[in-house]
DNA sequence: TCGAACCATCACATACGTGTGAAGGTCTAC
DNA sequence: GTAGACCTTCACACGTATGTGATGGTTCGA
Protein backbone atom coordinates (compact mmCIF):
# COMPACT_ATOMS: atom_id res chain seq x y z
CA UNK A 1 0.00 0.00 0.00
CA UNK A 2 1.16 3.29 -0.52
CA UNK A 3 1.69 5.46 2.35
CA UNK A 4 -1.95 7.81 2.40
CA UNK A 5 -3.35 4.38 3.24
CA UNK A 6 -0.75 3.58 5.64
CA UNK A 7 -1.36 7.10 7.42
CA UNK A 8 -5.16 6.63 7.46
CA UNK A 9 -4.94 2.86 8.58
CA UNK A 10 -2.67 4.56 11.49
CA UNK A 11 -4.41 7.13 12.13
CA UNK A 12 -0.77 8.94 11.21
CA UNK A 13 0.37 11.56 9.79
CA UNK A 14 2.21 10.92 6.13
CA UNK A 15 4.87 12.85 7.59
CA UNK A 16 5.38 11.05 10.70
CA UNK A 17 5.38 7.92 8.66
CA UNK A 18 8.29 9.47 6.68
CA UNK A 19 9.99 10.49 10.02
CA UNK A 20 9.75 7.10 11.35
CA UNK A 21 11.33 5.47 8.04
CA UNK A 22 14.11 8.23 8.84
CA UNK A 23 14.30 6.86 12.70
CA UNK A 24 14.78 3.51 10.97
CA UNK A 25 11.51 2.39 12.74
CA UNK A 26 9.91 1.12 9.86
CA UNK A 27 10.56 0.16 6.37
CA UNK A 28 9.30 1.00 2.83
CA UNK A 29 10.15 -0.37 -0.49
CA UNK A 30 10.08 1.75 -3.44
CA UNK A 31 7.92 1.80 -6.47
CA UNK A 32 9.29 2.72 -9.97
CA UNK A 33 8.10 5.80 -9.51
CA UNK A 34 9.41 6.27 -6.30
CA UNK A 35 6.85 6.19 -4.10
CA UNK A 36 7.03 4.18 -0.82
CA UNK A 37 5.36 0.76 -0.78
CA UNK A 38 4.50 -0.63 2.57
CA UNK A 39 3.05 -4.43 3.11
CA UNK A 40 0.68 -5.04 5.31
CA UNK A 41 2.53 -5.95 8.71
CA UNK A 42 3.55 -2.15 8.43
CA UNK A 43 0.17 -1.84 9.67
CA UNK A 44 0.62 -3.26 13.03
CA UNK A 45 4.19 -2.03 13.15
CA UNK A 46 3.44 1.62 12.93
CA UNK A 47 0.91 1.09 15.93
CA UNK A 48 3.37 -0.34 18.08
CA UNK A 49 5.81 2.04 17.44
CA UNK A 50 3.21 4.84 18.00
CA UNK A 51 2.27 2.75 21.43
CA UNK A 52 5.78 3.16 22.53
CA UNK A 53 6.42 6.28 21.47
CA UNK A 54 3.20 7.42 23.67
CA UNK A 55 4.64 5.63 26.94
CA UNK A 56 7.65 7.83 26.57
CA UNK A 57 10.33 5.77 24.83
CA UNK A 58 12.35 7.56 22.26
CA UNK A 59 12.63 6.45 18.84
CA UNK A 60 16.44 5.65 19.51
CA UNK A 61 15.49 3.01 22.13
CA UNK A 62 12.82 1.71 19.65
CA UNK A 63 14.69 1.27 17.33
CA UNK A 64 17.16 -0.84 19.23
CA UNK A 65 14.13 -3.10 20.88
CA UNK A 66 12.12 -3.27 17.30
CA UNK A 67 13.82 -7.21 16.55
CA UNK A 68 13.00 -8.27 19.73
CA UNK A 69 8.62 -7.60 18.03
CA UNK A 70 9.23 -9.49 14.82
CA UNK A 71 6.85 -12.62 14.94
CA UNK A 72 7.50 -15.42 14.47
CA UNK A 73 10.76 -14.41 15.22
CA UNK A 74 12.93 -14.50 12.60
CA UNK A 75 16.41 -12.67 13.84
CA UNK A 76 20.11 -13.83 13.47
CA UNK A 77 20.98 -14.58 17.15
CA UNK A 78 24.73 -13.92 15.49
CA UNK A 79 24.11 -10.03 15.45
CA UNK A 80 23.18 -10.24 19.49
CA UNK A 81 25.98 -8.64 20.74
CA UNK A 82 26.91 -8.67 24.68
CA UNK A 83 26.68 -5.08 24.46
CA UNK A 84 23.31 -4.96 23.05
CA UNK A 85 22.09 -7.79 25.04
CA UNK A 86 22.94 -5.68 28.17
CA UNK A 87 21.25 -2.80 26.57
CA UNK A 88 18.22 -4.85 26.17
CA UNK A 89 17.84 -6.25 29.80
CA UNK A 90 18.48 -2.39 30.91
CA UNK A 91 15.40 -1.06 28.62
CA UNK A 92 13.65 -4.30 29.79
CA UNK A 93 13.63 -3.49 33.22
CA UNK A 94 12.65 0.25 32.75
CA UNK A 95 9.93 -0.96 30.60
CA UNK A 96 8.38 -2.66 33.87
CA UNK A 97 9.69 0.22 36.10
CA UNK A 98 7.54 2.35 33.85
CA UNK A 99 4.83 0.13 33.62
CA UNK A 100 4.81 -0.04 37.88
CA UNK A 101 4.29 3.76 37.99
CA UNK A 102 1.83 3.69 35.20
CA UNK A 103 -0.29 1.34 37.00
CA UNK A 104 0.38 2.68 40.36
CA UNK A 105 -0.55 6.15 39.63
CA UNK A 106 -3.75 4.62 37.54
CA UNK A 107 -5.05 3.07 40.94
CA UNK A 108 -4.65 5.95 43.05
CA UNK A 109 -6.91 7.92 40.05
CA UNK A 110 -9.59 4.94 40.13
CA UNK A 111 -9.49 5.47 44.08
CA UNK A 112 -9.92 8.80 44.30
CA UNK A 113 -12.50 8.85 41.47
CA UNK A 114 -14.18 6.26 43.33
CA UNK A 115 -14.51 8.23 46.59
CA UNK A 116 -15.39 11.05 44.82
CA UNK A 117 -18.50 8.84 43.30
CA UNK A 118 -19.05 7.61 46.89
CA UNK A 119 -19.11 11.69 48.23
CA UNK A 120 -21.31 12.46 45.60
CA UNK A 121 -23.28 9.39 43.87
CA UNK A 122 -25.05 11.88 41.47
CA UNK B 1 15.57 22.02 53.04
CA UNK B 2 16.30 24.12 50.30
CA UNK B 3 16.98 23.43 46.64
CA UNK B 4 20.36 22.01 46.42
CA UNK B 5 19.74 19.45 49.01
CA UNK B 6 16.18 18.31 47.03
CA UNK B 7 18.00 17.92 43.76
CA UNK B 8 20.99 15.86 45.16
CA UNK B 9 18.03 13.46 47.24
CA UNK B 10 15.67 13.33 44.09
CA UNK B 11 18.57 13.28 41.47
CA UNK B 12 16.92 15.87 40.08
CA UNK B 13 18.76 19.10 38.33
CA UNK B 14 17.82 22.66 40.45
CA UNK B 15 16.88 23.75 36.64
CA UNK B 16 14.18 20.85 36.82
CA UNK B 17 12.91 21.73 40.32
CA UNK B 18 11.82 25.24 39.34
CA UNK B 19 10.68 24.45 36.59
CA UNK B 20 8.66 21.50 37.85
CA UNK B 21 7.60 24.54 40.37
CA UNK B 22 6.90 26.82 37.49
CA UNK B 23 4.81 24.39 36.11
CA UNK B 24 2.51 23.90 39.13
CA UNK B 25 3.41 20.41 40.38
CA UNK B 26 5.58 21.13 43.30
CA UNK B 27 5.18 24.07 45.62
CA UNK B 28 7.66 25.53 48.15
CA UNK B 29 7.65 28.17 50.37
CA UNK B 30 10.26 30.66 50.45
CA UNK B 31 12.37 32.09 53.41
CA UNK B 32 13.03 35.45 54.56
CA UNK B 33 15.52 35.62 51.69
CA UNK B 34 13.75 34.57 48.66
CA UNK B 35 15.51 31.00 48.68
CA UNK B 36 13.24 27.80 48.69
CA UNK B 37 12.23 25.67 51.33
CA UNK B 38 11.19 22.45 50.68
CA UNK B 39 9.03 19.70 53.26
CA UNK B 40 10.63 16.19 53.55
CA UNK B 41 7.05 15.38 51.56
CA UNK B 42 8.69 17.07 48.54
CA UNK B 43 11.31 14.38 48.15
CA UNK B 44 8.44 11.60 47.00
CA UNK B 45 6.15 14.20 44.94
CA UNK B 46 9.49 15.08 42.91
CA UNK B 47 10.11 10.96 42.28
CA UNK B 48 6.70 10.68 41.70
CA UNK B 49 6.63 13.87 38.85
CA UNK B 50 9.78 12.17 37.48
CA UNK B 51 7.88 8.88 36.81
CA UNK B 52 5.22 9.90 35.53
CA UNK B 53 6.93 12.46 33.21
CA UNK B 54 9.62 9.51 32.43
CA UNK B 55 6.03 7.21 31.10
CA UNK B 56 5.42 9.63 28.77
CA UNK B 57 2.63 12.11 30.69
CA UNK B 58 3.00 16.00 30.30
CA UNK B 59 3.21 18.40 32.89
CA UNK B 60 -0.03 19.42 31.87
CA UNK B 61 -1.62 16.22 32.72
CA UNK B 62 0.63 15.39 35.60
CA UNK B 63 -0.85 18.42 37.64
CA UNK B 64 -4.35 17.44 36.97
CA UNK B 65 -3.86 14.15 38.66
CA UNK B 66 -1.68 15.17 41.21
CA UNK B 67 -4.64 16.00 43.85
CA UNK B 68 -5.74 12.12 43.58
CA UNK B 69 -1.89 11.29 44.50
CA UNK B 70 -1.82 12.64 48.08
CA UNK B 71 -2.45 10.41 50.63
CA UNK B 72 -3.91 10.58 52.71
CA UNK B 73 -6.74 12.29 51.02
CA UNK B 74 -7.33 15.99 52.14
CA UNK B 75 -9.24 16.94 48.78
CA UNK B 76 -11.82 19.25 48.90
CA UNK B 77 -14.19 17.21 46.83
CA UNK B 78 -16.50 20.22 45.59
CA UNK B 79 -13.85 20.94 43.43
CA UNK B 80 -13.89 17.99 41.36
CA UNK B 81 -16.17 19.30 38.35
CA UNK B 82 -17.51 16.94 35.73
CA UNK B 83 -15.31 18.16 33.20
CA UNK B 84 -12.54 17.13 35.67
CA UNK B 85 -13.68 14.06 36.11
CA UNK B 86 -14.02 13.03 32.97
CA UNK B 87 -10.76 14.27 32.25
CA UNK B 88 -9.27 11.96 35.25
CA UNK B 89 -11.11 8.85 33.89
CA UNK B 90 -9.87 9.35 30.90
CA UNK B 91 -6.25 9.89 31.79
CA UNK B 92 -6.52 6.44 33.85
CA UNK B 93 -7.65 4.28 30.93
CA UNK B 94 -4.78 5.94 29.00
CA UNK B 95 -2.09 4.87 31.53
CA UNK B 96 -3.57 1.40 31.83
CA UNK B 97 -3.13 1.15 27.88
CA UNK B 98 0.10 2.55 28.50
CA UNK B 99 1.21 0.05 30.86
CA UNK B 100 -0.42 -2.59 29.04
CA UNK B 101 1.88 -1.60 25.90
CA UNK B 102 4.82 -1.79 28.08
CA UNK B 103 4.05 -4.51 29.38
CA UNK B 104 3.47 -6.28 26.38
CA UNK B 105 6.79 -5.24 24.73
CA UNK B 106 8.68 -6.11 27.96
CA UNK B 107 7.44 -9.51 27.79
CA UNK B 108 8.26 -9.88 23.97
CA UNK B 109 11.84 -8.42 25.06
CA UNK B 110 12.26 -11.17 27.56
CA UNK B 111 11.12 -13.74 25.46
CA UNK B 112 13.77 -12.94 23.10
CA UNK B 113 17.17 -12.44 25.64
CA UNK B 114 15.50 -16.29 26.59
CA UNK B 115 15.90 -17.20 23.14
CA UNK B 116 19.25 -15.85 22.62
CA UNK B 117 20.62 -17.27 25.78
CA UNK B 118 19.06 -21.04 24.93
CA UNK B 119 20.91 -20.48 21.09
CA UNK B 120 23.60 -19.59 22.85
CA UNK B 121 24.40 -20.26 26.94
CA UNK B 122 27.69 -18.45 26.88
C1' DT C 1 36.34 40.43 55.93
C1' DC C 2 37.04 37.64 52.26
C1' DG C 3 36.08 33.59 49.54
C1' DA C 4 33.43 29.65 48.65
C1' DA C 5 29.19 27.70 48.26
C1' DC C 6 24.86 28.40 48.12
C1' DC C 7 20.62 30.82 46.28
C1' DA C 8 17.79 33.92 42.92
C1' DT C 9 16.10 35.27 38.06
C1' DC C 10 16.62 35.58 33.19
C1' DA C 11 17.93 34.38 28.71
C1' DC C 12 19.51 31.60 25.26
C1' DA C 13 20.33 26.88 23.40
C1' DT C 14 19.35 21.95 22.27
C1' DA C 15 16.93 17.50 21.25
C1' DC C 16 12.93 15.41 19.79
C1' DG C 17 8.39 14.56 18.03
C1' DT C 18 5.38 16.90 15.14
C1' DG C 19 2.98 20.42 11.93
C1' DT C 20 2.95 22.95 7.68
C1' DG C 21 3.91 24.56 3.37
C1' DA C 22 6.63 25.09 -0.95
C1' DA C 23 8.12 23.23 -5.38
C1' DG C 24 7.73 19.74 -8.21
C1' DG C 25 6.84 14.71 -10.19
C1' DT C 26 3.12 10.91 -11.24
C1' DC C 27 -1.19 8.87 -11.99
C1' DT C 28 -6.09 8.66 -13.17
C1' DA C 29 -10.47 10.01 -14.83
C1' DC C 30 -12.91 12.98 -17.68
C1' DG D 1 -4.63 17.16 -22.32
C1' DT D 2 -5.92 18.92 -18.29
C1' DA D 3 -7.53 18.82 -13.39
C1' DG D 4 -7.18 16.80 -9.18
C1' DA D 5 -5.37 13.67 -6.04
C1' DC D 6 -1.72 11.46 -5.02
C1' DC D 7 3.45 11.18 -4.26
C1' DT D 8 8.46 13.12 -3.60
C1' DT D 9 12.10 16.09 -0.92
C1' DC D 10 13.28 20.05 1.66
C1' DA D 11 13.00 23.60 4.95
C1' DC D 12 11.25 26.16 8.49
C1' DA D 13 8.51 26.39 12.89
C1' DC D 14 6.57 24.95 17.32
C1' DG D 15 6.03 22.87 22.10
C1' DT D 16 8.15 20.61 25.74
C1' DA D 17 11.61 18.93 28.80
C1' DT D 18 16.12 19.94 29.56
C1' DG D 19 21.10 22.16 29.76
C1' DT D 20 24.06 26.13 30.48
C1' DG D 21 25.67 30.42 31.57
C1' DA D 22 25.33 35.37 33.06
C1' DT D 23 24.57 38.42 36.79
C1' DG D 24 23.79 39.26 41.29
C1' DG D 25 22.21 38.44 46.34
C1' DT D 26 22.96 35.54 50.85
C1' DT D 27 25.22 32.66 54.12
C1' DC D 28 28.96 30.71 56.44
C1' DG D 29 33.44 29.27 57.77
C1' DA D 30 38.59 30.51 57.83
Known sequence: MRIGELAERTGTSRRLLRYYEEQG?????????????????SVDRVIQVRGLLDAGLPTRIIKQILPCLDKPRAIYFPDATPEMIATLEEERDRMARRAECLLRNRDAIAEYLDAVREYDPA
Not at 25 to 41: F, H, K, M, P, Q
Open 25 to 41: LIIASRGANGYRDYDEA
